[in-house]
């Protein structure tokens, strides 16, 4: 019955919730509870599941650039950690072999091997996003990364399925010419259900015709959101999507729970995997700094993708059909990758943190050279600081602008940063949770700092780290919710603006004001 999963997951999505942990444990441990019980999942979850990685894939598209993904910090790390990484479980897996504890082939074990070096697009772009970070270099570059391992995984999947790319499949490379047709559409669109349902046609509609060539419906639908990324509606269609995304998302998660716990004798094998993430975060972080990215940079993006992939059980289950694997296996990697996910998830919560603490011994292996995601240290004769560039931050830079006020905007979105700059306005870039930025940054001449953005946790982080590096001026935040409100002004916020309230005032303002005049 699917009122079972949905109920699990909605009360323990609840539970870990109000452990301030991420619902989507929850979701995982729902399935591992139902699993024991019996439960199998039946087509509507394993569809909805599909969807959900589809929807997620094609608004990380929206985010990203063809000219990211060629950058040689994400090419070259991309490619090189992935070669070490596996190079070492491959070893790993022969030498347990020998020990009679899989009875692995070479072929197999290299297969295998390939499969824990991949890093989790689902939680990793979850992150991100949740974190308002998807649009930040190190954002950027990480999601650049798992784009190269796709690609590699796209290729195992041929090389176990037996299939091949359809000698049409080159036509894909004419998918950008449909860019001007396909915002011309979006544009001339003006009902929300509209604009909503053309959101999903596009991520199914990508998926779609990249299955039909042969090619992974994942990369197809992060390609129908790269066709559409860099333009202001991108950010729009994103926002439509987002509680559809979440919520077949759920069906994801539930499903790899479902996969069940594996026998015994292979929890040696977890716990030893489960070790070897860190090893891998932390080769991620040697290869960054080795192309000259800051080592806050670095430690942020090593850390986001240090989870095991989902591809794991996609490919996985493929080879194992397939009998490139022993099919015994499967139960034992979705284990790894539900524990992994909830190490990653835990840990992002308090990467801040983490950093913080481990600044000092981390910092030692940065190169002194000039690094592509250098801070600034001057914001110039401005008076008022606007963080954050999306629909809020532009009207208050121009309100100030217009009132004759010296203005500066901050963002950390390269791509909306260029059309600001376009449209005449001052902008820097800057991350706003990055302590070094504001420790090396002048704010001495700043009257005000009005942030307009929408993640929590960059608002609080931001107003707490200001004020703890002795900034006197006032800090202006904008929210929609009165419980961020209270955090916000608890770390040191002037004044919080709440839209909803101040367009309801003002509504009754003018009511009283038409009243007092017909009298």
Request: one cysteine or more; a negative charge; glycine letters at 10%.
């Amino acid at each position: 019955m699917d009122i079972l999963w949905v109920g699990a997951a909605f009360l323990l999505g609840i539970l870990f919730s109000r452990v301030q942990l991420p619902p989507l444990i929850g979701y995982l441990s729902a399935g591992l509870i139902l699993a024991a019980t019996g439960y199998e999942a039946g087509d509507m979850l394993h569809q909805i599941a599909h969807y959900g990685v589809i929807f997620l894939l094609f608004s990380v598209g929206l985010h990203i650039r063809i000219r990211d993904i060629l950058r040689l910090e994400v090419l070259a790390v991309g490619i090189t950690h992935l070669l070490i990484f596996s190079a070492a479980i491959w070893g790993l897996l022969i030498g347990l072999t020998h020990l009679g504890w899989f009875g692995l082939t070479k072929e197999s074990a290299l297969l295998i091997a390939l499969l824990f070096g991949f890093s989790s697009t689902i939680l990793t772009a979850k992150t991100l996003d949740a974190r308002g970070e998807i649009g930040a270099l190190h954002g950027r570059t990480a999601i650049g990364i798992l784009i190269v391992q796709d690609l590699v995984a796209i290729a195992i999947l041929a090389y176990t399925s037996g299939s091949s790319p359809s000698v049409y499949s080159v036509g894909i490379l004419l998918l950008p010419l449909l860019r001007p047709l396909l915002l011309w559409v979006f544009r001339f669109l003006k009902e929300d259900e509209l604009a909503l349902l053309y959101g999903l046609v596009l991520a199914l509609g990508g998926a779609a015709l990249f299955s039909w060539l042969g090619l992974s419906e994942e990369l197809g639908a992060i390609a129908a959101g790269m066709i559409l990324a860099g333009n202001d509606k991108a950010d729009q269609l994103d926002q439509k999507l987002w509680s559809i995304k979440e919520f077949f998302l759920v069906g994801f998660f539930l499903e790899i729970g479902l996969e069940g716990l594996p026998d015994g004798n292979s929890g040696g094998f977890i716990a030893l995997m489960i070790v070897l993430m860190f090893a891998k975060a932390a080769l991620f972080f040697l290869l960054f700094v080795l192309f000259r990215l800051r080592s806050r940079t670095a430690f942020i993006a090593g850390a986001s993708l240090m989870s095991y992939s989902e591809f794991m059980l996609i490919a996985g289950t493929v080879a194992a059909r397939n009998g490139y694997i022993p099919e015994d296996l499967i139960v034992t990697m979705a284990l790894i990758i539900v524990i992994s996910y909830a190490i990653n998830a835990t840990l992002a919560r308090w990467e801040d943190n983490f950093w913080n603490a481990l600044e000092g011994t981390l910092s030692r292996f940065q190169l002194d050279v000039r690094h592509p995601d250098r801070q600034i240290i001057s914001l110039g004769n401005a008076e008022y600081l606007v963080v954050g560039m999306g629909s809020a931050g532009c009207e208050a830079y121009n309100e100030l602008k217009e009132n004759g006020l010296r203005v500066v905007g901050m963002d950390i979105d390269p791509e909306r940063i260029e059309r600001n700059r376009e449209m005449g306005r001052k902008i820097v870039y800057g991350d706003i949770q990055d302590i070094d930025m504001w420790q090396n940054l002048d704010l001495n001449p700043i009257k005000a700092v009005l942030i307009a953005m929408g993640n929590k946790q960059s608002k609080t982080n931001a107003t707490r780290m200001m004020r703890e590096i002795g900034y006197a001026g006032s800090i202006i935040a904008i929210t929609m919710r009165p419980d961020e409100r209270e955090s916000l002004e608890k770390v040191g916020a002037s004044a919080v603006s709440i839209p909803i309230r101040d367009a309801g005032r003002r509504l009754a303002e003018m009511a009283i004001d038409k009243l007092d005049h017909s009298n």
